[in-house]
């Protein structure tokens, strides 16, 4: 048998094994209701048996395509893949932080950023010599407060590092408008938020740099990788050479660093600091079919949230739901609420009952990242008591909404809520007699 035909029968059963994967019935309150699902198949499991047969396996073509794909949907000049939503986030803040920049942020510049957030938001901030400002969220909406901003601008702010939570667009419109009138860079941390959109714009397509994750619980996965994007044409050229330890070996200007160091072989010219946070062959040919499920993974999502908001309006009284913003495209990362401060019952009753039908649920990220003990250890400024961003960590929860949640699976979720709700009247009407 050729080796054209002993690829070709590996690329069949491979085929026939994801064409035969077992679908369990779903069983009301025995099945588990996951906090995420994979997202691929078997064209991304061929595509990485394709990389390791060729043995090209580190950074290359597949790589690239996936980045211009990837450009391509947000509506962006350049898209710089990197190995996780961490990183991505590390490397933004370095290059907007690295001297050879002309508006650079230098050493005890202020960052503004959110307090409701994931820790490698904020991490990156206090690593490349900055400060971070933490305000508070809307409380509805769990995204940076653009009245919150504004408080917290002071003659050192020098950026804003916002985080559209959860997949939720922030006010792009009216952070923008605080931007340009304190000429602030804009930071678009969109690790949750693929697709997103405010007022017709992708998300990340409207600050200076932005970022995404595609670790194996978001939108689309590359089982681990990120995105940063800019319109910057020198913001993109550092990514380039920071990406891989500041060499010149993906710049643009490559060949004119060569010529200007004649002395030194150019495959080992560094030009810069950087790290070394490259993506795989593997990662890059789960992109390029990824980025194709992205639309339909979205439509999937707000039909569930959809369905569940009206559901469970009737209990509004002791849920607050979460808000898609107007003239705009909530991407449901997950699917959060919180329980009000009137509520006869505490969150973590309702986890509990939940949890014993199956639901995975997760806090609100981090919380409120002032009130995590590794603040302690970091030089920040807090602007308030942020009480919307405490009430979160205290009261909200979050639960899976993916193309796994089949229609008997968000039926269930109601009825699960519904149940819940019964046996906390119940309680209160034995107690009242």
């Not at 000429?183 to 200076?208: F, T």
Request: charged residues 20%; contains cysteine; proline residues 5%.
């Amino acid at each position: 048998m050729s080796n054209t035909a002993d690829l070709a029968q590996i690329k069949a059963q491979i085929q026939k094994h994801f064409a035969s994967l077992p679908h369990e019935a779903f069983r009301e309150g025995k099945s588990p209701m996951p906090l995420s699902i994979p997202t691929y198949g078997w064209e991304e499991a061929w595509e990485a048996i394709d990389s390791l047969l060729s043995t090209r396996v580190t950074m290359g073509a597949k790589v690239k395509q996936f980045e211009s794909l990837f450009a391509q949907y947000v509506g962006v000049k350049h898209a710089v893949m990197v190995n996780s939503g961490s990183s991505a986030n590390l490397l933004a803040v370095s290059v907007v932080t690295n001297p050879t920049i002309k508006d650079a942020l230098r050493p005890g510049d202020e960052v503004i950023t959110p307090a409701v957030t994931w820790a490698t938001t904020v991490f990156p901030i206090v690593q490349c010599g900055a400060v971070p400002v933490l305000v508070d969220v809307g409380i509805d909406t769990y995204d940076i407060d653009p009245g919150e901003i504004e408080k917290a601008i002071t003659p050192r702010t020098r950026a804003i590092m916002l985080v559209h939570l959860l997949g939720n667009p922030c006010d792009m419109t009216a952070i923008m408008a605080i931007a340009r009138k304190h000429n602030l860079l804009v930071i678009e941390d969109c690790c949750e938020a693929h697709g997103a959109e405010h007022r017709g714009a992708k998300v990340c397509s409207i600050g200076d740099i932005g970022t995404f994750s595609f670790y194996f619980s978001h939108h689309i996965s590359t089982i681990e990788g990120g995105m940063i994007v800019t319109n910057r044409d020198d913001y993109a050229e550092l990514l380039l050479q920071m990406r891989a330890f500041g060499w010149v070996r993906e710049s643009s200007q490559k060949d004119a660093l060569a010529r200007q160091y004649p002395d030194i072989d150019p495959r080992f010219l560094f030009v810069n600091t950087g790290y070394n946070v490259r993506p795989t062959e593997i990662q890059g040919g789960f992109g390029i079919h990824q980025i194709n499920r992205l639309e339909g993974y979205i439509r999937y999502r707000t039909d569930v949230a959809d369905y569940w908001n009206k559901e469970l309006s009737a209990y509004s009284e002791y849920l607050a739901l979460a808000r898609a913003p107007e003239a705009s495209r909530h991407a449901w990362f997950l699917y959060p609420m919180m329980v009000k401060p009137n509520a006869p019952f505490t969150r973590a009753e309702l986890v509990k009952h939940l949890e014993s039908k199956g639901v995975e649920t997760r806090p609100i990220l981090a919380g409120n990242i002032a009130e995590q003990p590794v603040m302690r250890m970091i030089n920040h400024r807090k602007v308030g008591d942020l009480p919307a961003s405490r009430a979160i960590m205290r009261r909200g929860l979050c639960v899976g909404i993916h193309h796994g949640v089949t229609p008997e699976r968000r039926g269930a979720f109601v009825h699960y809520i519904a149940e819940f709700m019964d046996q906390v009247a119940r309680t209160r009407q034995l107690a009242r007699s």
